[in-house]
């Protein structure tokens, strides 16, 4: 089994910020996830360097488009390990490869007959590079999006046929109704392809910052091609994936790194995760070009919602913008990749604030999982040195926790992120439920209660191995702690289930999550 996972390709116009972190986080956690499963995973993210905004801000910044683009590619990239995301590779629109391909790709479109000259007259807008329809125009003909007023223009260019694919889109969406999700960015795609497609320019006159038109050198590709193709070209350059990102037993069991072309292994991708801002570009010019260039098509789209920042609550110690960085500078990546997951429905919009994720850290990270996690290795110290003897566990804990590892998958699958975590994190409340019932501290001083209380902390112990090997894709750090307290750090998911594992050698663990001073 392969799986594929991407995020879009982030402008190297500005810096790093919790929106591109959000789509790397939910790509990692579905990364980790499949290797849990033991499936061979390619998990992509990179930077989309060419075109027009790109220019744009290096112009204003009083250096060339390359140095903006190599200062902030470096920011990007560094953005990934701090926020523990375990990607394969790192794109680049500028590596060498990657221009060739395109280069490549492109050409066939173009001699399988769905390219051709003719003049672009209409708006557009330089911050998103893209062309309005004029019913997509606020007054005064402004982005709807940036709110700047678009420039009127018309120029000598390479147009791709999409027209042409306007009954194999909607065969495709007729076909697959997965295919874009969820539903009602399907439909918002489907009515698109309905309402009729026009052909869109494939390439730019005036530009020069962009990938060089083979047959015509007064041309660059309009950036958009070039971006999308990302997703393809990468395997035809990128190592082999380490598997190196694994915890536990199977760390470092992956093939070692060696150049081969992995399109054969990992294509097609079967999750681009994008927010509703790149919808069309995803759902509609995508398959139509790998329709046109004989490509497979991908086999899903996810579109996750926006994080809203508005009328933010002032908080203590973060301020009032939720800054990725000062996050996790203070509380770590986990806690950061937590709320983000756990606060707002993965798919749709949310708020978020300082405010809030301060209560969320609080109430569920340091009162419910680490508490969780402190006192159950306490008392497996305390009562029984720290070893436990072998044997089942709680039948009434079993009940809660059967099919667990299935609803998470499926949940998964279905890039339902936050329900899986739900399904996870109400078992962690079920173990703090069944902790104040048994309540082994009266197990300990009653003369008849230590086998009901080995059977209590086993079952603790299991339980708590079980939904840290859950959550590791969630908070790999934490987990990974967890189940080192717990001598257990294989973190495969077929030993997921309850009473599938089990732990014999405990220590104490120090607090996960330490409450802010
Ligand atoms: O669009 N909430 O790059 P970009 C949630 N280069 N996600 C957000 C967000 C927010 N407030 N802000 C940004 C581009 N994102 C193109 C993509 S792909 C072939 C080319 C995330 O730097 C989200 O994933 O503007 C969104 O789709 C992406 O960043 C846009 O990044």
């Known amino acids: 089994m392969a799986f594929y996972v991407t995020t879009p390709i982030y402008y190297v116009n500005a810096a790093p910020h919790l929106g591109h972190a959000y789509t790397t986080i939910a790509a990692d956690v579905m990364a980790r996830h ?36 190599d200062e902030n590619a470096q920011r990007f990239k560094a953005l990934a390990p701090q926020i523990e995301a375990s990607n394969d590779f790192f794109i680049r629109t500028t590596d060498a490869p990657h221009m060739a391909k395109v280069q490549e790709v492109l050409s066939r479109v173009r001699d399988n007959g769905f390219v051709y000259e003719g003049t672009f007259e209409g708006w557009y807008c330089p911050r998103c590079a893209d062309f309005k329809a004029e019913n997509e125009i606020d007054e005064g003909n402004r982005c709807p999006i940036h709110h700047i007023e678009l420039t009127r ?79 393809y070209t990468a395997l035809s350059y990128a190592p082999q994936p380490s598997g190196a990102a694994l915890a536990g037993a199977r760390a470092g069991a992956g093939a070692p790194a060696q150049a081969l072309d992995l399109t054969q292994e990992f294509w097609p991708a079967n999750y681009h995760l994008i927010a509703k801002d790149i919808l ?53 990546a986990d806690a950061l990749r937590f709320y983000l997951l756990r606060e707002v429905p993965f798919g749709q919009d949310g708020s978020v604030s300082t405010a809030s994720f301060e209560q969320r850290y609080e109430s569920e990270l340091a009162n419910e999982l680490g508490n969780l996690a402190s006192r159950t ?39 339902e992120l ?99 001073g």
Request: glycine share 6%; charged share 25%; with cysteine.
């Open 280 to 332: 069309r570009f995803h759902a509609v010019y995508w398959p139509a070009l790998l329709m046109a260039a004989e490509i497979e098509l991908p086999h899903h789209l996810f579109v996750h919602g926006y994080l809203l920042m508005q009328g933010e609550k002032m908080s203590k110690s973060l301020g009032n913008v939720l800054d990725p960085f000062a996050v996790i500078e203070r509380f770590g």
């Open 34 to 69: 499949h290797r849990q499963r033991g499936e061979a995973v390619f998990f992509l993210t990179g930077t989309d360097e060419h075109g027009e905004p790109v220019a744009d801000a290096a112009r204003a910044a009083g250096v060339s488009p390359q140095q903006l683009a």
């Open 418 to 516: 936050t329900a899986a975590l739900d399904e996870i994190w109400q078992r962690v409340r079920r173990l703090n439920r069944y902790v104040e019932q048994q309540a082994p501290w009266r197990l300990a001083q009653a003369e008849d209660g230590a086998a009901r209380l080995d059977l209590v902390l086993r079952t603790l112990a299991e339980g708590l191995r079980s939904v840290a090997v859950l959550l590791w894709p969630y908070m790999p750090a934490s987990a990974e702690r967890v189940l080192d307290a717990l001598g257990a750090p294989d973190s495969a998911l077929d030993g997921a289930e309850l009473g599938a594992g089990s732990v014999e050698q405990v220590r104490q663990l120090e607090p996960l999550f330490p409450k802010a």
């Open 153 to 231: 223009e018309s120029e000598q260019n390479y147009f791709f046929k999409l027209s042409a694919f306007q009954e194999q889109l909607l065969e495709l969406y007729e076909r697959r109704d997965d295919f874009v999700s969820p539903r009602s960015r399907y439909n918002e795609a489907l009515s698109f392809i309905r309402s009729g497609l026009r052909d869109v320019p494939l390439t730019r006159h005036r530009l020069t910052w962009g990938v060089p038109v083979p047959w015509d050198s007064e041309h660059v590709f309009y950036v958009w091609f070039d971006a999308l193709l990302n997703y």
């Open 377 to 415: 290795t306490a008392m497996v110290v305390r009562y029984r040195g720290g070893s436990l003897p072998a044997g089942d566990v709680d039948g009434e804990l079993a009940r809660d926790f059967a099919g667990l590892v299935q609803r998470v998958c499926a949940h998964v699958d279905a890039a």
